[in-house]
């Protein structure tokens, strides 16, 4: 997934999913807590896949990520493009009006957009994008 995209939540907490998202997303996606002040929104085939790997680890290491599966949501849209986000998850990552949508390769992120402006600005620098691409052997 990719691209960035504003949008706000209304009254009873739902946000707009974007119609190129929605497209990657499916009818019925999950969202979760992430390591950082953000949501992470998987499609149920992405999920599925994380939830896998997970499943093959360990027992002592998947207890680690019970948080991961006891916070998620699973999530439907509404005939306006709109998914309710749990108050809880909404609390957890501060979202209160401005939301900002992100790709991330196999998933999305949802952010309060003045908390993603900070993480932007910190993670735009020319050289931490000279660090990623040398990483990846360019």
């Keep these: 997934m990719t691209g960035e995209f504003q ?12 119609a190129k ?7 019925v996606f999950y969202m ?11 499609s149920a085939e992405s999920w599925l896949s994380f939830s ?7 027992y002592v290491k998947q207890r680690r990520m019970r948080p991961l ?5 699973r999530c439907e849209l509404d005939s306006q493009g709109r998914t309710l986000i749990p108050q809880s998850l909404r609390t957890y ?14 998933h999305a992120e949802l952010w309060d957009t ?3 402006k900070d993480v932007c600005e910190r993670e735009s620098t020319p050289e931490n994008i000279a660090a990623a691409m040398e990483e990846l052997d360019f």
């Design 7 to 18: 949008h706000s939540l209304d009254s009873k907490g739902r946000l707009f999913i974007p």
């Design 52 to 58: 896998e790997k997970i499943g093959a680890m360990p």
């Design 93 to 106: 990552a501060g979202l209160v009006k401005n939301v900002t949508v992100v790709g991330c390769n196999n």
């Design 69 to 73: 599966f006891a916070r998620a949501a």
């Design 21 to 27: 998202l929605r497209e990657e997303l499916g009818d």
């Design 32 to 42: 979760t807590v992430s390591m950082e002040r953000c949501l992470c929104v998987y």
């Design 114 to 116: 003045e908390a993603w």
